[in-house]
């Protein structure tokens, strides 16, 4: 439903011809949510823009010669379904080698292709239980978190675009196998190697501190929240001086990096009252000028109304003949070109680059 189809469609926004395999009933994202600009399904439009789609029963021989008509003159196949249903359908390189020795195939699963659990179901938030993300997100005193975005999702997406072009400019064509377990647990990289090799267990902090880093994490203002990253020591003497607190710059408790880490539970508290006596804004005010990190914690759609957001053209607007749908556009911009944006594409809207005799065997 999303991690399949934001692949392609990052490499569709960057120029790539993409032709989404639907089947007969067409993608089941075509119907979830109740949002929709004319015909258009607003969530299967968020991830399914700039490609084509054709309509492949892959269960019946009249699919396969399909699907073999297209591997023939592709650079790569992605799949985003199970192992027993990717080996079932003749999706695997070893499948389709016979027609295009130099076809990549991706394979996006849970588990992988051939591990114990391959075939066990897998969607984001099971990945997030998992992998241990959601015992490390959250308040120390509250349940268990997911992230509140499909964040294994969309990064084995990523990974799975990355695998690709890397075999393409291989120039040698293969299995690429992919697994969202993997991809959440190289993303715990400096957490799972202090375990690994110090046995340091990863711990929830309050206001979604940084483990090493203090003081680093968000903080209540007079009006609402803040998110403070202090980094390095020059950060450190720039915001006690403004904060009328010079003698911490040479405090052998708070003056280091790690002298703060050892006295976080203090620092925190003291730095917590004085952000409470001014407003978020006048804290922004005060703090970006001296360079350092600060951020107010924004609303998903304040920040999608933001002028960060407008000058990085971010919202876009895609014509349709029903309507303009505004979405969130591709992140990688290429300095001389311009970024085209089509149309999700109608069920079988493309069927005619199959080829009718392979479409339906006459």
């Known amino acids: 439903m999303l991690m399949g189809p934001y692949c392609g469609m990052l490499l569709a926004d960057l120029g790539a011809e993409v032709i989404k395999i639907e089947p007969p009933e067409g993608d089941i994202s075509r119907s979830i949510g109740p949002h929709r600009i ?55 390189y070893d499948d389709l080698k016979q027609w295009n020795p130099r076809l990549v195939c991706v394979a996006l699963t849970g588990y992988g292709l051939d591990s114990p659990w391959a075939d066990r179901p897998a969607y984001d938030y099971v990945i997030q239980a998992a992998t241990g993300i959601m015992s490390l997100t959250g308040d120390p005193a509250g349940p268990p978190t997911k992230a509140g975005y499909s964040i294994i999702d969309n990064s084995t997406a990523i990974m799975g675009a990355l695998g690709l072009l890397a075999r393409l400019v291989q120039g040698t064509g293969g299995q690429v196998d992919v697994a969202m377990y993997d991809t959440a647990l190289s993303q715990l990289n400096y957490l799972a190697g202090a375990w690994l090799n110090a046995g340091e267990k990863p711990a929830r902090l309050p206001n979604s501190a940084h483990p090493y880093i203090v003081p680093a994490q968000n903080f209540r203002t007079r009006d609402g929240w803040l998110t403070l990253f202090i980094t390095h020591d020059d950060f450190w003497r720039r915001f006690c001086s403004e904060i009328q607190r010079p003698e911490w710059a040479a405090d052998p408790t708070f003056a280091t990096m790690a002298a703060r880490s050892l006295n976080r539970d203090r620092l925190v508290q003291v730095i917590g009252e004085i952000f409470l006596t001014e407003t978020t804004e006048r804290w922004l005010q005060r703090l970006r000028p001296l360079g350092l990190v600060v951020e107010r914690i924004e609303s998903l759609e304040s920040a999608l109304d933001s002028e960060t957001t407008r000058s990085r053209r971010m919202i876009v607007e895609i014509s349709t003949e029903e309507g303009g749908i505004r979405a969130v556009g591709n992140p990688i911009k290429n300095t001389d070109t311009e970024e085209i944006y089509r149309p999700p594409p109608h069920l079988d809207e493309h069927d005619s680059v199959i080829g009718r005799s392979t479409k339906y065997n006459v």
């Open 38 to 92: 004319g015909c258009h399904n607003v969530y299967f439009a968020s991830l399914n823009r700039n490609k084509k789609s054709v309509v492949i029963d892959l269960s019946c021989e009249q699919g396969q010669q399909a699907l073999a008509h297209l591997a023939a003159g592709a650079h790569g196949l992605i799949t985003n379904l199970r192992p027993a249903a990717i080996k079932k359908l003749r999706l695997t």
